[in-house]
């Protein structure tokens, strides 16, 4: 199968649709860019609304106390797009007609579901009629799609400026502001209304006594102990929030001492403000007792017990008992390491109840892979407390087959991917995973122009992992590092690449630990992983190679047989579930590799009678995310990642797969696939300058110092559409400089490829663009548009290019053409 994208029909296509993008925009721009020719008479459109409030106030939050929104713009633009989208969708919006459709589709549903000959093709048609009939009735309630998508005109309402005051009054007592107050002024232009709220906050009032109420000497004594962790303190300013922040800590804090039937209901709170003197609170949190009740219970585990394979049927056989560490496992066949399993059982008996010692147990019994479901309930019945877990175990041989698209530098790729997984092979709770993997991808060629080449990539992988540290452990230490959630992998894996420049095998055994010392940090060492590379090289790719070792430049050697052996360390940590959609969030990744390191001591003789090359190296990579998220429709995205690779071997080289890259569709995107760089060096200068721009991209642009950032503005636009604006910036450098190339394509000017700390800020190659999401659940399709805005190997004095970039050719050395990108989820 042959894969290629002519970006010339692409820009051809693009050319001929302007004209109709002209005029589709001018429709919409000229039948009222704000959607006034939508109001009737009388009516005003609320274009704006806006704060003010004395420095030091943050009023923010307070956007979010809005009765009546704005309607919403096309990003920065005065574009309410979304009215024309809705008032579009009700010109052919027939009300009626789907609730007549809804009666019929229910009429003869029934039929067919009383005509059914079995139960389950009943429920089935049922579930199918339900289904219908659900999307009739969004329909009838919200209107067609094109309305679900839009939005009706935003029609000022001074009863909803109203109804705001009184939110932000009650915001501000809510913050600790008891005498604030706010007010507004409207300004009417035509059929625009413009709103302006001012904020007179007064004087904040702080807690200056903390008085506890708490009759159950034991409770009180516990929340004693943890005063140093209240977050309610003497000088700190009243705050409603903090408030019930404060009642689920308490909550949760007695339910981990062995209060289990504890309720926030018990707690609640008093303040007087005329306590002490101006602006001051007395705080008083009382922990009253239940009904008929002297004092609150805490409950002591009398007995844990454990059920493998509940919900299974056993059969005649018949379930025994074993008696563990003090856990009791109830199984009809014993095939389960009882002391992996104890080491994942933070539920011990004639320990105190404890919530979170719970959810750990639940958690980390799920990630084991064995098993459907783990569920955790206590029998608190005759005065006793019965710990219960039950687990159903999962096939012991499992089979999938996955069939699906990737995008590998901007370019898709069919690909089949299936997998064989062996669960509990030593009955240890180990699993077994043969993964075989076939595909095309669409690569850009390393030493082709302007094509797009098929990328053939086969690859079989075994991996063995064991729920522990395979290493020789005390028993004890053993149960004491299972709360980490230890595993060591080993794994063994062949990968075959085919690409027009070259053919390349890699031969692969490692063995990783991994570990987490809490849910958002995560441990990886890859103690040992050995690797044996061979290349084939095709006549094009290895004249260029030759080129670069005259010039200095020893990559030719990353195309020899190799021998790879390295170590690597990495953490990961994602304190708050990165990319999710409900608050900001960030993730770091940082990662720390040695290559080579073991042959200062000693060089086995096989490897040099085999003539492999080896690899001493360093290599550093730090990748740092933010998603800041600045309302339900827009996040603001960041991104900065960085690299150094430091090789120290006679051959000077680093393994080709260990260079840093940049450019492409996860990276600078106005820059083609790995093209980036090096430095301020520039490529050698195009054949065909009129159809494909200043410089030939023909090679890759390895570098061993890589740093790039990233920012983005992401908006949702209708739908399961949302659109991007970006800037992107960054390059690769080498820590030696390049002589001058001698080819006769070469241009007339140089420049520098190593890092130098007093000027690499010169040599980022700085880009921009646009690009849509559409979110489809299952996957994000991602197109975006990068638009080289400086670009540092161009001469010096002409580096900035953006007021000269072109969708269409010709281009010649003038005109800059833009890269289009295409990929599965966010960049970063």
């Given amino acids: 199968m042959y894969l290629s994208f002519d970006f010339e029909i692409i820009a051809n296509l693009v050319n001929k649709g302007k004209n109709i993008l002209f005029l589709l925009l001018s429709c919409i721009l000229f039948s009222g860019c704000l959607g006034t020719r939508y109001l009737a008479k009388n009516e005003k459109l609320l274009v704006s609304q806006t704060i003010h409030a004395p420095k030091g106030f943050n009023a923010e939050p307070l956007k979010s106390q809005y009765i009546q929104k704005t309607n919403r713009r096309l990003f920065i633009f005065p574009i309410n797009w979304l009215v024309w989208m809705y008032y579009w969708g009700e010109r052919n919006y027939d009300r009626d007609k789907f609730i007549a459709g809804r009666d019929t589709l229910e009429r003869q549903f029934n ?12 429920a089935a048609l049922q579930f199918k009629k339900q289904k219908k009939i659900d999307a009739l009735s969004k329909k009838i309630e919200f209107g067609n799609k094109r309305m679900q998508w839009g939005e009706k005109v935003s029609v000022f309402d001074s009863l909803n400026t109203l109804a705001t005051i009184d939110k932000f009054t009650i915001y501000l007592h809510n913050k600790g502001y008891f005498q604030g ?14 709103v302006s709220y001012t904020i007179k906050p007064g004087k904040a009032y702080f807690y200056d006594t903390v008085i506890y ?16 962790n209240s977050l309610i303190k003497n000088h700190h300013q009243f705050d409603q929030d903090i408030l019930t922040k404060e009642r689920e800590r308490i909550d949760l804090f007695l339910k981990d001492k062995g209060f289990y039937d504890f309720s926030r209901q ?6 007087d403000t005329a306590f002490r003197s101006s602006q001051k609170i007395a705080f008083r949190l009382e922990i009253k007792l239940g009904e008929k009740r002297n004092n609150h219970k805490q409950f002591k585990i009398d007995s844990v017990l454990f059920t493998a394979d509940a919900g299974t049927n056993v ?25 992996i399993l104890g080491q994942r059982i933070f539920v011990y008996k004639d320990s105190l109840y404890s919530r979170t010692n719970t959810i750990n147990t639940q958690r980390l019994l799920a990630n084991l892979d064995n098993f459907k479901f783990v569920n955790i309930n206590y029998d608190t019945t005759n005065s006793r407390v019965i710990a219960n877990i039950y687990t159903s175990p999962l096939d012991k041989y499992s089979l999938t087959n996955e069939a699906g698209v990737t995008v590998t530098q901007g370019y898709p790729g069919p690909y089949y991917n299936m997998n064989f997984k062996w669960r509990n092979v030593f009955h240890g709770l180990e699993t077994f995973d043969l993964n075989g993997r076939f595909g095309f991808e669409g690569v850009a060629s390393a030493t082709d122009k302007g094509n797009i080449y098929k990328s053939t990539e086969a690859s ?5 992992t064991f729920p522990q540290f395979l290493f020789p452990l005390r028993a004890e230490t053993g149960f004491h590092l299972g709360k980490y959630n230890p595993k060591t992998r080993l794994q063994a894996g062949y990968t075959y690449t085919a690409r027009p420049e070259y053919q390349r095998s890699i031969t692969t055994i490692s063995n990783t630990y991994t570990w987490q010392n809490k849910k958002t940090l995560q441990y990886s060492l890859t103690l040992t992983s050995l690797s044996i590379i061979r290349s084939t090289i095709a006549e094009d790719f290895q004249k260029r190679l030759d080129t670069l070792k005259a010039q200095g430049n020893n990559l030719i050697n990353s195309f020899k047989p190799s021998f790879v052996s390295s170590t690597i360390f990495a953490v990961t940590y994602n304190p708050n579930n990165y990319g999710n959609n409900n608050r900001s969030s960030f993730f770091l990744r940082a990662q720390v590799e040695g ?19 080896l690899f001493k190296f360093v290599r550093i990579n730090v990748d740092l995310r ?3 998220i600045i309302d339900r429709n827009t996040t603001i995205a960041y991104r900065f990642n960085s690299g150094i690779g430091y090789a120290y071997s006679e051959n000077n080289a680093l393994p080709y797969e260990k260079y840093f890259f940049a450019g492409g569709s996860n990276s600078v995107r106005a820059w083609r696939p790995r093209r980036l760089g090096v430095g301020s060096y520039p490529p050698n200068l195009s054949d065909n300058p009129q159809g494909n721009g200043l410089f030939n991209y023909q090679f890759e642009r390895p570098g061993e110092i890589l740093l790039e950032g990233s920012l983005e503005l992401r908006k949702k636009l209708f739908g399961f559409v949302s659109g991007a604006l970006f800037v992107d910036a960054g390059n690769v450098w080498s820590f030696t400089e390049l002589e001058k190339s001698t080819s006769p394509n070469s241009a007339e000017w140089t420049g520098d490829t190593k890092f130098k700390a007093d000027q690499f800020y010169k040599d980022f190659g700085v880009g921009t663009g646009f690009g849509l999401r559409f979110d489809f659940s299952f996957l994000v399709l991602r197109l975006d548009v990068g638009i080289k805005a400086y670009d540092p190997a161009r001469k010096p004095g002409d580096k900035f290019i953006l007021n000269r970039v072109s969708f269409v050719g010709p281009y010649g050395v003038e005109r800059e053409p833009v890269i289009y990108n295409i990929g599965i989820g966010y960049p970063f």
């Fill in 315 to 339: 059969g005649s056989a018949k379930r025994f008992s074993k008696v563990y560490r003090n856990i009791t496992f109830n199984q009809s066949k014993d095939i389960y390491s009882k002391k």
């Fill in 626 to 628: 933010w998603n800041k």
């Fill in 181 to 194: 107050s706010a007010s507004f002024k409207v300004k009417k232009v035509k059929k625009i209304a413009r």
């Fill in 111 to 122: 039929k067919r579901i009383e005509t059914a000959s079995t139960a389950k093709r009943k």
């Fill in 460 to 464: 079989i992988n075994g991996n063995l």
């Fill in 595 to 613: 290559g080579g390191s073991l042959f200062n001591i000693y060089t086995p003789t096989w490897i040099s009678n085999e003539g492999l090359e």
């Fill in 266 to 271: 018990y707690i609640s709170y008093d303040i």
């Fill in 213 to 228: 109420k708490i009759r159950d000497t034991i409770v009180y004594k516990i929340i004693l102990s943890d005063t140093a």
